[in-house]
């Protein structure tokens, strides 16, 4: 019978030699041995360690937990009193306030006083005197305790400018102006007021210094006399325009400023009518800058003066409006009449009616009387201020060449 040798696998616990290795279990009642800890593992170890047992947490030296080890405190007591400023240090360690001099080399050559922050905590505080920062000291109620003078700084006298009571100081200045549609400026035919070519008479009011625009002014007119242009004021009768409404009267209603130009979204104002007895809706509009301005005249205003000016504005906002008794031009004159400057009539072509066109004729003739305060603009071509005075000028000036 032939033998077979039979190969047999390696144990994971066989050795290099082919040793099988046993390992003996260790008794279920027998404990780890604690590691044997040294006076200078202790160093390197300075929290507490764990028992095997789960119990609490127990120092190095097998005492119950008191906090740090003693070397380990009295290391820090040493600390504190070597190198911690006295700020910082142990309230049992610390002295009594006293006076501390800087180095002679430092730019504060003036003491640091120490001062507690309160009675109820024993707090301090130290702060150099003269800084920016600086607090005013508190003294303490001490024993021979001598009191440092609180530094006195120099007091610095500032003029400041009286502001005019009285009123007679010019502020503003306010224009009366006039827009003629017709080429001679002086006169408006039927033809054009069947036309509704009757021009526009209005107002313009500008600071000398917009800085000085009250606070009680109201809006719109305050953010308007605080820029360059200044505000301006027109009456116009209400009339239907919903297009003219849809992009510019709705920006302007957003700026708190009135609709312009009359403009209306009812159906029922139809503007002004040619029937003396008859009275429409009005509006004051703010600003008015639907007319450029071809003759005007120039007022210095005061204080009170503009203040009685936007009086007038604001009782004749909604005003009705009648052509030949009260429309634009009888708005601007009886407000410059109403603070007490003199105006021009605006009226003489049809009697006591007052237009644009009869206003401009005021002007230039104030203008030819050598009124500075007048300024009328450039004639465009085929106009004349006055067709008939033109013509007696130009013959007499024909005359004298020949």
Not at 104 to 116: A, D, T, V
Not at 119 to 129: A, G, K, R
Not at 188 to 193: I, Q, T
Not at 272 to 286: A, D, H, I, M, T
Request: with cysteine; glycine share 6%.
């Amino acid at each position: 019978m032939s033998t077979q040798r039979i190969r047999r696998k390696s144990s994971p616990n066989e050795g290099m030699n082919g040793k099988t290795l046993r390992f003996s279990p260790r008794p279920l009642g027998s404990q780890k041995p604690k590691p044997i800890q040294t006076a200078r593992d202790s160093e390197h170890q300075p929290f507490p360690q764990p028992t095997s047992s789960g119990a609490p947490f127990e120092l190095i030296t097998n005492q119950p937990s008191q906090g740090l080890a003693l070397d380990m405190q009295a290391k820090i007591d040493r600390s504190w009193k070597s190198k911690t400023p006295h700020s910082q240090q142990p309230l049992t360690q610390r002295k009594t306030s006293e006076q501390i001099s800087l180095q002679p080399q430092s730019p504060l050559n003036f003491p640091i006083q120490r001062y507690p922050l309160g009675d109820q905590y024993n707090l301090w505080f130290s702060q150099p005197h003269g800084s920016l920062s600086a607090k005013p000291s508190i003294q303490r109620d001490d024993e021979d305790q001598t009191t440092t003078p609180e530094p006195t700084t120099p007091t610095t006298t500032t003029t400041t400018t009286t502001e005019d009571t009285t009123g007679t100081v010019p502020v503003a200045t306010l224009k009366l102006c006039a827009d003629v549609e017709t080429a001679d400026r002086s006169k408006l035919g039927l033809v054009d007021l069947a036309q509704a070519k009757v021009g526009h008479t209005f107002l313009k009011l500008s600071y000398n210094d917009t800085s000085n625009v009250p606070e009680s002014m109201r809006q719109p007119t305050k953010r308007l006399l605080q820029s360059p242009t200044g505000s301006s004021f027109g009456f116009y009768p209400l009339i239907y325009r919903a297009s003219t409404w849809t992009y510019d009267s709705a920006q302007r209603m957003k700026r708190l400023e009135t609709p312009g130009s009359g403009t209306s979204l009812d159906r029922r104002h139809t503007g002004f009518s040619l029937n003396p007895k008859k009275w429409v809706p009005g509006r004051v509009e703010e600003p008015d800058v639907s007319h450029a301005s071809k003759g005007e005249k120039s007022y210095v205003l005061t204080q009170p003066e503009v203040d009685g000016l936007m009086q007038y504005v604001e009782q004749k906002k909604d005003a009705q409006y009648n052509l030949f008794k009260y429309n634009c031009t009888n708005f601007a004159v009886e407000a410059v009449q109403s603070i007490g400057k003199s105006a021009p009539s605006g009226s003489g072509q049809y009697g006591d009616i007052m237009l644009p066109n009869a206003l401009y004729k005021n002007l230039l003739d104030l203008s030819r009387s050598g009124d500075t305060d007048v300024t009328l603009g450039p004639l465009a071509e085929g106009d004349a201020h006055d067709k008939k005075g033109d013509k007696k000028t130009g013959k007499k000036s024909s005359t004298k060449k020949t």
